[in-house]
């Protein structure tokens, strides 16, 4: 191929998405062109330091590269994630403003925390860029070293149920909870917090008997340090970097164990399509980025492979209709914020 016909077919290629956006309108156009006209904000729903911070602030730097605008993260926490779902809602629906988001604030909150306005339809999923598996882990001293010995030993104590741990009525660990409950028959009573640290203290400490808990972090190393006692994961499969926990999902009579916590970017519902497409472009890369790829599946996570805007508009319908499903065979009643 001489220099002339590289040229040309450099050209050709840099159009393509002009060609799709003129096809689509000339709103669309305006909108590429003009998008990012300021800073952008990810609004973090939950305290720095957390899972969702730790995402948005890997992902924040090459973002910010690839759309040629300063971006911050914004951490606005309280009421299980809501207060900053809610934050991030009400700003102009321009792209300028997005969310960290999970299945937690955004799908389940709605349900689970009376008085919250928003509903997980309000918002689009812009990229789904990574997951992480939960551990079922018990305290260190409660006497059981598998799975089949928990439930055994929750169901031989019927008159004074074993506890379990979460971070919040309705969180997704709650969830997990309650379907391990009602799958096994092991009666279990729930304890929740108002975050990780405490529930692990507690765990800990012996003051509640079990939790399921993210991946990540902290978590397995107090794990490997004999604080607490891991028995399985939420998962199809053992996690590559954790063999030795067997997945829950391939006992007998527990195929509904998969659940993980995905990490993703929303958006209002009402953003442009072209803002929304460059957003989830420009995300995917910095996924992908070999430095941010290496710190988040480092950190025990799953880098999400690319999805355009309208296959992640069916993950995130199968996501809400599975969760209320969920929520409904648990009869998940609403509750006071804590």
Request: with cysteine; hydrophobic share 45%.
């Amino acid at each position: 191929m001489n220099a002339r016909i590289r040229i040309q077919a450099l050209v050709a290629g840099a159009a393509l998405p002009i060609v799709g956006l003129l096809a689509a309108g000339s709103g669309d156009l305006a909108h590429a062109q003009a998008f990012p006209s300021k800073q952008v904000s990810i609004v973090v729903p939950y305290p720095a330091g957390g899972p969702s911070d730790f995402f948005a602030r890997q992902l924040q730097p090459v973002a910010s590269q690839n759309l040629g605008q300063t971006m911050i993260v914004e951490n606005v926490g309280g009421a299980s994630g809501t207060i900053g779902v809610s934050r991030a809602l009400s700003a102009p629906a321009d792209g300028h403003t997005l969310i960290m988001g999970s299945p937690m604030e955004l799908i389940l909150a709605p349900m689970a925390i009376q008085g919250v306005r928003y509903k997980a339809e309000d918002m689009k999923l812009v990229a789904h860029v990574a997951s992480t598996s939960t551990i079922l882990a018990v305290r260190s001293n409660l006497g059981v070293t598998s799975v089949a010995e928990l439930i055994a030993k929750a169901k031989n104590s019927a008159d004074r149920p074993l506890s379990y741990g979460s971070v919040c009525n309705g969180s997704l660990y709650h969830i997990i909870g309650e379907k391990f409950s009602q799958l096994t028959g092991a009666p279990l009573t729930h304890v929740p917090y108002k975050g990780i640290a405490p529930l692990m203290t507690d765990l800990m400490g012996g003051q509640i008997d079990m939790a399921f808990l993210p991946m990540a972090g902290s978590v397995m190393q107090t794990i490997n340090d004999g604080k607490m006692r891991g028995l399985a994961v939420t998962a199809k499969q053992p996690h590559p970097l954790f063999s030795g926990f067997p997945a829950l999902a391939t006992m007998p009579g527990m195929e509904a164990m998969q659940f993980d916590i995905w990490a993703g970017v929303e958006v209002h519902k009402d953003t442009p399509d072209a803002v929304v497409q460059r957003l989830n472009q420009a995300f995917y890369a910095a996924a992908q980025n070999p430095s941010v790829r290496k710190a988040l599946e480092g950190s025990g996570n799953y880098v999400a492979a690319a999805r355009s805007p309208a296959e992640l508009a069916t993950l995130y319908k199968q996501e809400i209709d599975r969760y209320r499903a969920i929520a409904k065979s648990i009869n998940l009643q609403a509750q006071a914020p804590q």
